[in-house]
């Protein structure tokens, strides 16, 4: 045992080859960033997902959902990545081929200095037309709530996936890849039950990987992992590194 880490863990991280890591809402919770399946915490606890995260919903109401984007770009602002995000970069240092997969909007992993990061669900941080899809750089014009789009005039909103949009296809072909052929699988902070998202971890069981999972609840993937961490990523996964390589 290394601080309290599993040695077969340990051994079984320092040996992967392929290694692919899914991660949610959780892995940034200890950065200030809400989640959203949280009981009293997370924001389908005080939010109704149908209200704010569906296209219907910004057709209904732009402003609405504008404004509780530009809530949340706040919140995101303000925040740092933690340990669990450095923690993986270090991983990604150490490992042959890492592939890192995230649900998260907040781009907290590129700020923890993982590079080439999986976006299943988008970016915050980006806006795209309504109409058209065509992604705006820059910060738009803020006269009006939401803003315009500079070729055809449609409201802007942001570029994530909301529910019953289908995922940017490359990253999910990419993610997909990634989870049939890796020798190790971690799903960290993450709820799973969110789709295809949460098949990712079942694929890569099915494709023969150990699948880890590191979360301070138990979900549906709990009963299913080969190994699983229950407490916070933040804690948990720099003691991981520290024990997969001792040395560093
Ligand atoms: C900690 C911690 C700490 C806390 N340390 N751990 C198959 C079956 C059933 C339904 C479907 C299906 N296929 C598709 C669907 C429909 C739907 C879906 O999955 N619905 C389910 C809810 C039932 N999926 C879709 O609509 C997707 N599109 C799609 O599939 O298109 C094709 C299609 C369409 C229609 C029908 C069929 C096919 C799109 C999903 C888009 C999700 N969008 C959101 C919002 C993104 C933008 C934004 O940020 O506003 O993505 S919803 C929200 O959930 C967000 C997240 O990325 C996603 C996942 O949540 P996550 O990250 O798991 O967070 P939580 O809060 O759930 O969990 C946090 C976990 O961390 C918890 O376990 C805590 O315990 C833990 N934790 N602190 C470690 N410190």
Redesign the pocket.
Known sequence: MSGGIDARLAGAVRRAQRVAVLT????S??SGIP????AQT?L?ARFR?EE??TPEAFERDPRLVWDW?EW?RGLVAAAAPNA?HRALARMQARVGRFTLIT???DGLHQRGGVTDVVE???N?HRNKCFAEGVVCEGRPDEGERPPRCPRCGAPLR?D????????PAAALARAEAAARDCDLFFS???????????QLPVTALQSGAILVE????P?PLTRLATFSLL????DLLPRLVGAAWPAE
Do not use: M
Not at 214 to 217: G, L, Q, S, T
């Open positions: 949610g809402a959780g892995i919770a200890e989640t959203f399946r949280d997370g389908w997902p704010l995260a984007y949340r669990g649900q998260n909007v299943l669900h988008g915050i942001p994530v996936v909301w529910f019953g949009e289908s995922l960290i902070g993450t709820s799973a039950a969110v789709y295809p998202a949460a590191v979360n301070k609840d979900t407490g916070p990523a933040g």
